[in-house]
């Protein structure tokens, strides 16, 4: 089986969030199942220069955008196993970011076209084209309108998957001609809701559409969630699945993580309490073990539940021991709320606006609660690592956080839930929690059970190969 994985940002090489820890870390768990899986990419400007040092330059070829065509230089890596392609053309990807600019539009619509015009190239005819998000949207819709029927493309099946329905890539209809490059028979396939939506495009003519985790596919079929899509969705819900994402256990594991002062394990935990007083001292807390550490490593965005925090947290900072510490960055309005706080409890709570990958590992090691009350969450990755980490979370029952977390109360449980969107039910879960961390040895328990979960990115990687060969025998 091969499979070509289609990303527009991917670990280490370059990424934004949690998509580009699924593009960095689902291929390899493939390529270790013996399935062909190649990875393409943009080859952006901000791309550090010792991987481009890596790149071996393939040939040029040129890629239709509507009624004009554009230069595409194709380059080759070899890492861990998997056949990296980075598609180069200076003009859309010789920019500061990633996303956020003028001809987004353009620039996807160009590398979606790209994507499938270098088959030929670089002789890797796949089985199946893996497409993620709105940037790859127009893949599934250039290949049924266009290739389908050409020589050397027949009997390719696409792939969409959904990491986050709010992104879809809207735009006005005068793209069509002038960017999309759509007849007008076919104009149909992208327009909803008076505009061009490329995730509406890949949910009509893909062969499968998945999300990052059961609950979120059930989701997004309610208006609530689902950000104008569910209409669209609830008619092709037949070919909709949910497939919940892992995380690296290599990249974050705590016996051999560098990031972290001290190295444990579920069975030798004895070194997190020493990561828990070092992060104590950095944040010039008080070292007591006695007091639980509940931590937050979150982007201040409300859809993360922060108008929840901004409500009950004073009043869970005055009536526990507990100490908060903080790492993020975003809206104004809670950067401004978290440094009042900070600055009022300095006793009680550490806070760093930005952010910074080896302070977030050393948080997770050092902390004893993690806090995840989020409002939406596709699937969640931190609350995966704060378990790695024997971090044990506090989540809102939303998308993947309640696919990975179950409430402990009835026992047996990895963390401590609650349902409702609601600023006290996640006060009262916090209180659980902390009255759980005074039990020594039922937390001790509790604690190594998190650890010994499975949210490896194995027991996705099968569930995939699974989804690939259903299609695949259709």
């Known amino acids: 089986m091969k499979v070509l994985f289609a990303v527009s940002e991917c670990k280490p090489f370059i990424a934004s969030g949690g998509l580009g820890d699924v593009a960095g870390s689902l291929p390899q768990a ?115 309108t266009m290739y389908a029927q050409r020589p050397g493309y027949e009997n390719i099946k696409t792939v969409f998957t959904i990491h986050n329905i709010q992104y879809q890539g809207k735009y006005g209809e005068e793209l069509l001609e002038n960017v999309v490059g759509l007849s007008w028979y076919d104009k149909n396939i992208l327009e909803y809701d008076g505009c061009v939506n490329f995730m509406k495009g890949a949910i009509e003519t893909a062969n499968k559409i998945t999300t990052v985790s059961p609950t979120y596919a059930n989701e997004i079929l309610d208006p609530w969630y689902s950000h104008g899509l569910d209409a669209i969705l609830s008619q092709r819900s037949w070919k909709l699945q949910g497939i919940l994402n892992g995380i690296s256990y290599e990249m974050y594991n705590p016996e051999t993580d560098p990031d972290i002062w001290y190295h444990f394990s579920a069975e030798k935990p004895e070194n997190k309490k020493k990561n828990k007083a070092e992060l104590q001292k950095y944040f010039n807390l008080p070292e007591n073990p006695d007091a639980p550490i509940v931590a937050m490593v979150t982007r201040l965005v409300s859809h ?160 995939y190969i699974k989804m690939y060969k259903e299609i695949l025998n259709r």
Not at 68 to 93: S, T
Not at 306 to 331: H, M, P, R, W, Y
Request: contains cysteine; aromatic residues 14%; hydrophobic residues 40%.
């Open 30 to 144: 493939l390529r270790k199942r013996m399935i062909g899986c190649r990875v393409v990419l943009p080859l952006y400007d901000a791309i550090k220069q010792e991987y481009k040092d890596e790149m071996r330059f393939l040939t040029n070829i040129t890629v239709p955008v509507a009624w004009r065509r554009q230069y595409c230089g194709i380059f080759e890596l070899r890492r861990d196993g998997v056949v990296y392609y980075f598609l180069d053309n200076q003009y859309y990807f010789k920019r500061g970011s990633i996303y956020g600019h003028y001809d987004d539009a353009e620039r996807f619509a160009f590398f979606s076209r790209a994507v499938l015009e270098i088959i030929p190239a670089i002789d890797f005819k796949p089985d199946i084209i893996h497409c993620n998000d709105w940037q790859t949207g127009l893949i599934p819709v250039y290949y049924s």
């Open 304 to 463: 993360k539940g922060l108008d929840l925090v901004k409500a009950v947290l004073e009043e869970f900072i005055c009536t526990s021991n507990a100490q908060v510490v903080i790492l993020g960055s975003g809206d104004w309005q809670y950067e401004s709320f978290f440094s009042s706080l900070a600055n009022r409890y300095p006793d009680r709570v550490g806070l760093k606006l930005g952010f910074i990958a080896d302070l977030a590992n050393k948080i997770y090691a050092g902390s004893d609660i993690f806090l995840m009350p989020s409002k939406s969450e596709p699937c969640g990755l931190s609350q995966m690592i704060a378990l790695r980490y024997g971090s044990v979370p506090i989540v809102r029952e939303t998308g993947g956080l309640k696919d990975s977390i179950e409430d402990s109360g009835l026992g047996g449980g990895n963390g401590f839930t609650f349902a409702n969107y609601n600023a006290h039910d996640m006060l009262h879960a916090m209180r659980r929690a902390v009255e759980g961390y005074q039990d020594k040895e039922g937390w001790a328990i509790l604690m190594k059970r998190a650890m010994e979960c499975d949210f490896s990115w194995s027991r996705s990687a099968n569930e």
